[in-house]
C-alpha cells in the first residue's frame, strides 16, 4: 500500500499532483471525504471490498475531526496491497501525527495565478456582501487561506489602482488580520474587525 500526503494551499494544484500520481500508479482515482466518522465507516466497508487497483483521493484530511482521523488510522494501517491513499492538508501542523508518521509527505509550491479582481470585488462590495462572504469562511486555516489570497490579490492590484490609498490601507488591515489570526486570536472576530474596518 502506498500512503502520501500533500501539503499546499493551492486544491487545484494538490488534486492535480494526486492524480499524476495515480496514474503513476496505475490505478483508478476515487475522491472520498472523512470528515465524520459515518464516512470513515463507509469508507472501512468500501476497503473490504474487493478492489482493483484504486487509489482514494481525501481532500482536507486536517477539517476531519479527531474521532475521524483515529477511526481512519485503521485504513492506513491495515490497507488492502493494491489500495493507494492520497491525502491533503494545508500544513503538515494541522494533522495528527500518528497518520503523519505513516504517509510520504509531498509539499507542493504551486500558488494560483494572482488575481487582483478579487481584491477590486471585495473592496468595492458594500460592507453587508463582504460580512456574507467572510461568515462562509469556516475554521482558522480556512480563514488564513482566505486572507493570504486576499494578500496577493491586493498585492497585485497595487500594481494597477488609482486608489492606492484605499488598497493599501486594506493590506495593512489584512496583514494585521493574518498576524493575528496566526496568534490564535478569535477567528470570526478578527475576519469581522477586518471587513468592517476596510
Do not use: C
Not at 490579490?153 to 488609482?162: F, H, W
Amino acid at each position: 500500500m502506498h500512503a502520501f500526503l500533500l501539503i499546499g494551499q493551492n486544491q487545484e494544484s494538490l488534486e492535480k499532483k494526486a492524480r499524476e500520481i495515480s496514474n503513476k500508479l496505475n490505478s483508478v482515482f476515487m475522491p472520498y471525504t472523512v470528515e465524520k466518522i459515518a464516512d470513515v465507516r463507509n469508507l472501512i466497508h468500501l476497503t473490504n471490498l474487493k478492489l482493483s487497483k484504486t487509489t482514494l483521493f481525501v481532500k482536507d484530511i486536517n477539517l476531519a475531526t479527531t474521532e475521524s482521523l483515529n477511526a481512519f488510522l485503521k485504513n492506513l494501517e491495515e490497507a488492502q496491497e493494491n489500495l493507494s491513499i492520497i491525502l491533503t492538508a494545508t500544513n503538515v501542523e494541522a494533522v495528527l501525527p500518528t497518520i503523519v508518521s505513516r504517509v510520504q509527505i509531498i509539499r507542493i509550491g504551486n500558488k494560483p495565478e494572482v488575481n487582483s479582481e478579487i481584491a477590486r470585488t471585495f473592496l468595492d462590495s458594500e460592507d453587508w456582501q463582504r460580512l456574507g462572504e467572510v461568515k462562509k469562511v469556516k475554521g482558522r486555516d480556512e480563514a488564513l487561506i482566505f486572507i493570504e489570497e486576499l494578500i496577493h490579490s491586493l498585492n497585485s492590484l497595487l500594481l494597477e489602482t488609482k486608489n492606492l490609498q484605499k488598497t493599501a490601507h486594506a493590506l495593512q488591515k489584512a496583514e494585521s488580520t493574518k498576524k493575528a489570526l496566526k496568534a490564535n486570536a478569535n477567528v470570526g472576530l478578527q475576519l469581522a474587525n477586518f471587513t468592517i474596518n476596510l
